[in-house]
């Protein structure tokens, strides 16, 4: 498949996990943060780390045959390579160790949970 078939093929999904994870990084994120940032965090950090699990780990995981080991590499994956990007980008060292860059963590954490979880329900209802 050529990259433009690629990217066709993954857009859809992408928005989808955008909208689930926009608004808890919209609610969650510390009040440090401004709403053009959160709304931002969003799209940029489901763009760095979708294509690794939609693309990637399939290729080495196939998750037809290993499903269990794949969920676990990719859903663990995905939260603490958000984490780090997020606080690379927008992490101070006067902010490290506090509780919002804890908050900031628990909320990329969380919005990652609940894209995994509903793209999980919407399988079983057979919806995508």
């Known amino acids: 498949m050529d990259i433009l078939g690629l990217l066709l093929r993954i857009l859809p999904y992408y928005l989808l996990t955008v909208t689930i994870e926009t608004p808890v990084l919209v609610l969650g994120l510390s009040r440090r943060h401004s709403l053009k940032r ?7 950090l489901t ?43 927008f992490g101070t060292r006067e902010e490290l160790g506090r509780r919002s860059m804890w908050r900031d963590f628990l909320a990329i954490t969380l ?6 979880t509903t ?9 995508i």
């Open 38 to 44: 959160r709304i931002f965090a969003g799209f940029w």
């Open 47 to 89: 763009a760095c780390t979708y294509p690794f699990v939609t693309v990637v780990f399939p290729y080495f995981l196939d998750p037809a045959h290993a499903r269990l080991i794949y969920v676990a590499v990719s859903e663990t994956f995905a939260p603490v390579a958000e984490c780090l990007l997020f606080w690379l980008a």
């Open 119 to 127: 793209g999980e329900l919407l399988k079983l209802a057979r919806l």
């Open 111 to 116: 919005a990652n949970l609940l894209s995994f």
